[in-house]
């Protein structure tokens, strides 16, 4: 498969710069007390309306996507679209009005769109009472999904994001893995969750094991754990202050999903904090607030639009990227049962939920493409704990039949092989290392169901920490890993990992390599479509 430019052409490099058009005191943290820094913008200010936090878009398709703005004030969203970075034939959105109710914050829903093209796009935020006052204009692009075979797609994922207290480090450049992540030029991001560390505050300066001292871009929302909307809303804008993050969103659509630091660490639905950090201990309050700031500070297709409590809003689903890609984005967080020794014989909640499991197994099946990435905000062989008795994933270390969450993965487990379903590969995150497993029966414990491979990566901009144990229930044979060897290592010490995924379109074949930032590939592995079982043999 031919490789594709590393970075954009000189037509997509100058749309770029309108994106980056932003006020140096942004990034400076003398200035995050202010407007800009603080928890709402200021209602009274003189000027036009300004878009200072950049622009993303996500959930493309080959028809439609979302573009997200924020504004400093109140006012009118306006989208305009071209096929040419020139805007002539400019085709005119007009979105939401940004108020205090979203934080400023808004999303267009684009449709109609050529499939298989270059989107130009540039957001205005028109004076809600003079819509003839607009702020300048904030660009972005990206590429819609081609219905034609024989496109090739690449993607890029991790997650863990300003995490264990490692923020944006101005001395070392920012999160520069994101400039490394945009040059090669993907067609989108997958974030696999822990977007934020809502509970991990964020301090001026850490002292590093050789003296070293990193030092942190600090606001005053991440400066204590979140619990109030504001806070999380913070917390979420927080990583807008990198200029490589602004970059990155303004070329490159993304799929979020979220796991448990977006709310707090390893929760689950129902409990109720023994911490005293907090003053709000029932997890379900501030799940809800976070969801509200989530979905404000992302363009995600089933959350776009919704008002806070909808019971309609939902972070799962599944976006289709033509005839080779389909992915299911996993919500693993919001439907599961409480954390246990999670050895119990009998389990229709699990970790996804009944109705989502069942949604699940009914698209897969549905499903026409070559490759269906499952994107798991956990792993499923890997042993994550949650203190000495309890755990926080699917695995719990017993190597036997499954228990517990593990039967419900069993389950779908079985669907996918009796109805015949090819192609299905897990992508995560989470375990703050980078690995790859493949999972065949005849190594496992349960064996109702055809091999098929997992592949790890990050943390993006977080602690590194040492690998974890494999439960034997469902075979997985570790056939690389790259992990420090203590817990906590600074992006200093342990480089950020990302995964990227090519699909080629003549052969079909998918390519996936571990990569850490300096652009070194750590493991590759090409798959074959159409096959199951293929063996754990791989490249480097």
């Excluded at 200010?45 to 028809?63: E, K, L, M, N, T």
Aim: net charge positive; hydrophobic share 35%.
């Amino acid at each position: 498969m031919s490789d594709r430019p590393s970075s954009p052409s000189p037509g997509r490099r100058s749309v770029l710069r309108g994106s980056l058009a932003v006020p140096a005191a942004l990034a400076v943290p003398t200035a995050l007390g202010g407007a800009l820094g603080g928890a709402a913008p200021a209602f009274a200010r003189s000027g036009r309306p300004s878009a200072q936090w950049g622009v993303q878009a996500g959930d493309v398709s080959a028809h439609s996507g979302l573009v997200w703005v924020r504004s400093d004030r109140p006012a009118r969203m306006i989208v305009e679209t071209s096929a040419t970075e020139s805007f002539r034939n400019a085709k005119r959105w007009h979105g939401p009005l940004l108020g205090p109710r979203t934080d400023f914050t808004g999303t267009t829903r684009l449709r109609g769109l050529p499939s298989g093209e270059q989107i130009h796009y540039r957001v205005l935020l028109a004076d809600p009472d003079d819509p003839r006052r607009t702020g300048k204009p904030v660009t972005g692009t990206f590429r819609t999904v081609s219905h034609r075979r024989r496109k090739d797609v690449r993607f890029l994922w991790s997650g863990d994001i300003a995490g264990q207290g490692w923020g944006i480090n101005p001395e070392l450049g920012g999160w520069r893995v994101y400039e490394e992540m945009r040059r090669r030029n993907p067609d989108f991001f997958l974030c696999s969750g822990d977007n934020i560390y809502a509970d991990a505050p964020i301090q001026a300066s850490v002292t590093l094991p050789d003296g070293r001292v990193w030092k942190n871009l600090t606001t005053p929302e991440k400066s204590k754990v979140a619990e109030t909307l504001a806070e999380y809303r913070g917390n979420f804008r927080y990583n807008l202050l990198d200029e490589n993050v602004r970059r990155f969103n303004a070329q490159v659509p993304s799929i979020v999903q979220w796991d448990d630091h977006e709310v707090r660490n390893n929760w689950y639905p129902g409990q109720i904090l023994d911490d005293a950090r907090y003053t709000e201990k029932d997890v379900d309050v501030l799940a809800a607030r976070s969801l509200r700031a989530f979905s404000e500070y992302y363009p995600i297709s089933t959350l776009s639009g919704q008002r806070p409590g909808d019971r309609d809003g939902r972070v799962y689903r599944v976006l289709r990227h033509g005839p080779l890609l389909d992915v299911f984005v996993l919500d693993m967080r919001t439907y599961r049962n409480a954390n246990s020794p999670n050895r119990q014989p009998d389990d229709t909640v699990g970790i996804l939920g009944a109705e989502q499991l069942a949604w699940l197994k009914r698209e897969l099946s549905r499903s026409r493409a070559v490759w269906k990435v499952i994107a798991s905000d956990l792993p499923l062989g890997l042993v994550v704990a949650d203190g000495s008795k309890n755990f926080e994933a699917v695995a719990q270390g017993d190597p036997g039949a499954p228990l517990g969450r593990e039967l419900q993965i069993a389950e779908l487990l079985r669907h996918i092989k009796h109805r015949r379903i090819t192609g299905t590969v897990w992508l995560t995150a989470d375990v703050h290392y980078t690995s790859a497993q493949h999972y065949d029966p005849s190594r496992a414990a349960f064996k109702d169901f055809a091999p098929f491979w997992e592949f790890v990566s990050g943390p993006l901009a977080a602690g590194g920490f040492p690998a974890v144990k494999l439960d034997g229930t469902f075979g997985p044979d570790q056939t690389f890993v790259k992990a420090p060897d203590r817990p906590n290592t600074s992006p200093a010490e342990t480089p950020p990992y990302y995964g990227e995924v090519d699909i080629d379109g003549d052969s079909g074949e998918m390519t996936v390599r571990l990569r850490q930032q300096g652009g070194d590939v750590l493991f590759t592995k090409v798959l074959q479509p159409g096959r199951v079982g293929q063996s754990s043999r791989a490249g480097r």
